[in-house]
């Protein structure tokens, strides 16, 4: 036992002999799913002042509209340009961001899917780099991001915020688990882990999906794990509402694609617990959270400066809808300059009684596609991205007829040519016997802005 | 180009004229609805002025920046344009033509280095812009040989100091990627850490 603890406390450097406990309880536990992934938190006892002191700063210094970019972002801004190639490429020697500021062109997922290596700055320190793959299910990229497990730990204060929000105070110790990551998926990875960031308490990664575990295993593992709160995307937690799982939580986190109305309300009703809409992407770490009162979403960070912009790059009226555009940020790995999101919506620069930062609404370009297999059963597009993800890709769009029949159109890498059959073969399986169109298009998403296109979309059938 | 005929030019009154481009010549330059400066507007100006032609309709389209990223060069060429007014140049026909070419095709190196505006309030640009048209157009500042005119402009030469800049950090970032590319690759890396939600 204590070789493996030992063990353990590579991926956990701050596990205790509590934290261990509740790491074999999770590890161990009868009714739990089958684990396939070793993962920890990395996170060390250096780390943990900046983690402590930037779960102050979100509560202290909530973020205000300003018409033009504040001065810590300008001056951090100065301090990367010489470091960051791609920004020393756009930027020429002289240029002034507080005077020329919305002139400075806009980045977004292409420049980190093809040219990473220009934007990690050249004196940041390699050796605790993190990758995390994201499948780019909304905007057809997928993409490597580096990350450092400090700044990751730094995502937890602002869940814990968003929950504060909603009067959601979870218990944060080795004697709880605090979340359970809820997903829906034919295969992903699922773990048990604690976290340093939350006094070592437990968290697991669970899949609903048959090829996991079955339901009744999943519904006894909720009662007797009982976690805090979930965290999950609307796909997922429909599926925790057709398993009958009856496990109340204390809260759920919704993320990754619209969450609608309806499914809120159903979900609040089932579960009698808020059902917190929460933005924020692998990229960016956490954006902004829905309110308790419906009314937007309102900015999480601090140290994020947002801007709605026209196709050009340009800043629009407020109010007027556009395309979120992020800078700043804490990953030391990818500084973003203007990136774009490739989500839209309207910013309104007031806050509200609850909290003063601005707020974003009609948050739209997340909706999620569900395609059907010729079975009739659905697929969801993560699964279709692991089968995509086997080839060397810039952009995809896959649009689904409404006689059930496939039309992929891909942007290739610039070296690697497709694997048609290997593409056929992984389609087949998802979606049996459907006719697949595929088709090679270079110029795939260069017209249009940010290069920007719709990934996944789907023919409604006739009636 | 001979410019024999020409009186030399007085580099310290061109430096200075650049000192005091009028801000008009640094408004933002048209693109689309935006900005205010005609930048094709003013070269036409200019080269009617050398007793020059009126641009081609192709010939205007490169002045009309299409991008952020061009923006700089149209910046530039209109700074350019209120230097090249000077009376120094002024009714010269046989500077038409290598002043079209100039401002067509010949900054555009510089205008990717180095922000416009600092042509105007940095005083060694000041000096690089005028030694450099003047190199261009052929002619030598008064007091100089062409020998001495050339070496200080390659004193001064942003261009050329970027070149080898370039290839120094070319191996230094290559060297750079590599290594990013294999800590990327790490079994450990690869690993990630856990996040309680997919997103962030």
Redesign the interface.
């Known amino acids: 036992m204590d070789a493996e603890f030992a063990a353990r406390q590579d991926?956990n450097p701050l596990l205790d002999a509590a934290g261990w406990r509740m790491f074999c309880f999770l590890h161990q536990h009868p009714r739990a799913p089958r684990w396939n992934y070793?993962?920890?938190?990395?996170?060390l006892a250096k780390d943990l002042p900046a983690l402590h002191a930037y779960r102050q700063r979100i509560i202290q210094e909530r973020p205000r509209w300003q018409p033009d970019p504040p001065d810590w972002l300008l001056a951090w801004v100065e301090r990367l340009l010489p470091k960051v190639?791609l920004w020393r490429e756009?930027?020429?020697?002289?240029?002034?961001p507080r005077r020329d500021w919305v002139?400075?062109?806009t980045s977004c997922r292409e420049d980190i899917a093809s040219r990473?290596?220009?934007l990690?700055p050249?004196n940041a320190e390699?050796?605790r780099?993190?990758?995390?793959e994201t499948n780019g299910t909304s905007t057809g990229h997928a993409l490597?991001v580096?990350?450092h497990?400090a700044a990751?730990a730094l995502?937890?204060p602002l869940?814990e915020f968003a929950l504060s929000r909603h009067g959601v105070r979870p218990r944060f110790d080795a004697q709880h688990v605090?979340?359970v990551?809820v997903?829906s998926e034919a295969r992903t990875v699922t773990?048990a882990?604690v976290?340093a960031a939350w006094n070592n308490a437990g968290?697991a990664?669970v899949n609903l999906h048959e090829a996991s575990w079955s339901r009744d295993q999943a519904r006894r593992f909720f009662a007797e794990v009982q976690p805090e709160f979930l965290?999950?995307?609307p796909v997922a937690f429909a599926a925790y509402a057709d398993w009958a799982i009856d496990y109340k939580p204390m809260a759920m986190?919704s993320?990754?694609t619209m969450l609608s109305a309806e499914l809120k309300q159903h979900l609040e009703a089932r579960h009698g617990c808020p059902v917190i809409d929460?933005y924020?992407?692998?990229e960016t770490?956490?954006i902004a959270y829905a309110g308790p009162n419906g009314d937007g979403f309102s900015q999480l960070p601090p140290d994020l400066y947002l801007e709605i912009l026209d196709p050009?790059?340009?800043p629009v009226e407020a109010g007027t809808l556009g395309e979120i555009a992020v800078s700043g940020g804490r990953n030391p790995y990818l500084p973003l300059l203007r990136y774009r999101t490739g989500d839209h919506a309207r910013l309104d620069p007031a806050g509200n009684p609850q909290d003063p930062a601005p707020r974003l609404h009609d948050l739209h370009a997340r909706a999620p596609v569900l395609f059907r297999a010729a079975s009739g059963a659905p697929v969801h597009p993560l699964d279709i991205a692991y089968i995509l993800r086997t080839q060397s890709w810039v952009q995809h769009e896959l649009l689904q007829g409404a006689d059930g029949s496939l039309r992929l159109t891909i942007r290739p890498g610039l070296i690697a040519r497709i694997d048609r059959q290997a593409l056929r073969d992984g389609f087949d399986v998802l979606f049996g016997k459907l006719p697949l169109e595929i088709i090679e298009d270079p110029q795939l998403g260069s017209n249009r802005p940010g290069g920007k296109v719709i990934a996944y979309r789907r023919e409604q059938s006739p009636g | 180009m001979s410019g024999s005929n020409m009186q030399a030019p007085l580099l310290d009154s061109l430096t200075r004229r650049l000192a005091e481009t009028p801000s008009v010549f640094l408004a933002e330059p048209r693109r689309g609805r935006r900005g205010q400066l005609e930048v094709a507007a003013l070269v036409t100006d200019l080269l009617l002025t050398l007793g020059g032609d009126l641009l081609t309709p192709t010939q205007a389209t490169a002045h009309t920046p299409r991008d952020k990223g061009e923006r700089n060069r149209a910046r530039l060429v209109a700074i350019c344009c209120w230097l090249l007014h000077d009376e120094t140049f002024r009714q010269r026909p046989e500077l038409a033509s290598p002043v079209e070419t100039l401002l067509q095709s010949g900054l555009n190196e510089l205008a990717v280095l180095i922000d416009a505006e600092r042509f105007v309030t940095d005083l060694e640009r000041r000096e690089e812009l005028v030694r450099r048209v003047l190199d261009w157009l052929g002619l030598c500042p008064a007091g100089e040989s062409p020998h001495q005119a050339a070496d200080r402009l390659g004193a001064l030469d942003s261009v050329e100091r970027e070149r080898v800049l370039r290839a120094t950090r070319a191996r230094q970032e290559a060297a750079r990627a590599r290594q990013l590319k294999k800590q990327m690759q790490a079994r450990q890396a690869r690993e990630a850490a856990a996040k309680a939600n997919r997103e962030w």
């Open positions: 991926r070793q993962v920890g938190d990395r996170l190639p756009r930027l020429p020697a002289g240029f002034d002139h400075i062109p990473i290596e220009q990690v050249q390699l050796s780099l993190i990758v995390y490597d580096p990350n497990p990751v995502n937890h869940l605090a979340c990551n997903g773990f882990n976290f968290f990664k965290t999950g995307d986190v993320t990754a929460f924020s992407t692998t770490g956490p050009e790059g340009y």
